[in-house]
């Protein structure tokens, strides 16, 4: 088995199926099985190992799970029989926050956590795109954002699981809010949605709420960091784009057209290119029917930055 120290880089290596690589590396045999109130478990003897997960687990639990009991065998602490996977995700066990640990990493290692959670603050979509290239859930992704935070230069950070109007449990380090706070928070950042809701928390602290809403299960999740003001208030890419699309393009649809199928025809041709270089050859393409349009002003250019960011 690999020793805690090799995780991340065995994470990044194998980004994003460092648990079933693992599995297939180390001949550890996975079965389904139907025991109910027991998510996941592991079993050595001689020398097999065996690890089984719950059969009606979703696939994002099945995965978390998975890295979870992986987290146990690379730790040596011994699985326990009867864990959920509610318990495993929450649980306050000094043990268990290691195995989790583990099992964040094993999933989401901080080479690629940085690439969607590395511009601050981290709002809704980044988590959202964290977890869909992490193939987690957006919980998933946000707990582990939660654990990073000196990595990622936040000052705090907590989690809030909601399920419908009840707190289901709520996760940080070092955070702690009260219930009403977080229902506030929550009510206050769905109204502004998909943008961040702000507020100052002193003179040079800012707490930034994001709400990633999952209507088929009826859950949502509350990601709440604080941050130093300066980069508090800072628009994310997202915000910026929708900030422009309001401002400018809104009430002319036929120019919105226009630029969506401009930029479509032009992902084709940006497939490895750099960031840079392709904002490049997006300009010597298109500078002469753009230049007189809201396009070619800073904020416009800007505007294609990032849409050209996206499509990369
Ligand atoms: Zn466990």
Redesign the pocket.
């Known amino acids: 088995m690999i020793s805690f120290d090799d995780v991340e880089s065995y994470a990044a290596t194998h980004f994003p199926a460092a648990p079933e690589q693992l599995v297939k590396d180390f001949g550890i045999e996975v079965r389904a099985s139907n025991t109910p109130g027991c998510d996941g478990w592991c079993l050595q003897y001689d020398d097999r190992t065996i690890i089984r997960l719950n059969g009606e687990l979703t696939r994002h639990q099945r995965r978390f799970t998975l890295a979870?009991?992986l987290?146990?065998l690379i730790l040596g602490i011994p699985?326990?029989f009867g864990?959920s996977f509610e318990d495993?995700l929450s649980?306050d066990s000094d043990e268990?926050r290691r195995?989790n640990e583990v099992a964040s990493c094993l999933l989401m290692p901080l080479t690629e956590v940085r690439k969607d959670a590395g511009r601050l603050p981290v709002v809704a979509a980044a988590l959202k795109r964290l977890a869909k290239r992490a193939k987690v859930s957006e919980l998933a992704a946000a707990v582990r954002v939660c654990n990073l935070t000196e990595q990622l230069g936040l000052l705090n950070a907590s989690v809030v699981a909601f399920s419908g109007d009840e707190i289901r449990w709520q996760w940080s380090r070092t955070l702690r809010m009260s219930e009403q706070t977080a229902f506030d928070l929550r009510q206050e950042a769905q109204a502004i949605s998909p943008d961040a809701f702000r507020a100052d928390h002193n003179e040079s602290q800012t707490v930034v709420a994001s709400v990633l809403e999952n209507p088929f299960f009826g859950t949502s999740t509350l990601f709440v960091q604080l941050l130093p003001s300066e980069q508090g208030n800072q628009l994310s890419i997202e915000e910026r784009r929708a900030a422009f699309e309001r401002m400018q393009l809104r009430d002319d649809d036929a120019f919105r057209n226009q630029l969506s199928g401009i930029l479509g025809a032009f992902k084709a041709k940006c497939v490895g290119l750099s960031h840079d270089e392709a904002v490049r050859l997006f300009w010597e393409k298109n500078e002469a029917r753009l230049q007189s349009t809201c396009i070619n002003t800073d904020e416009g250019r800007d505007y294609i930055k990032i849409r050209i960011g996206q499509l990369l």
Request: proline share 0%; net charge negative.
């Open positions: 979870h009991e987290g146990h699985s326990m864990e495993m649980s268990e195995v």
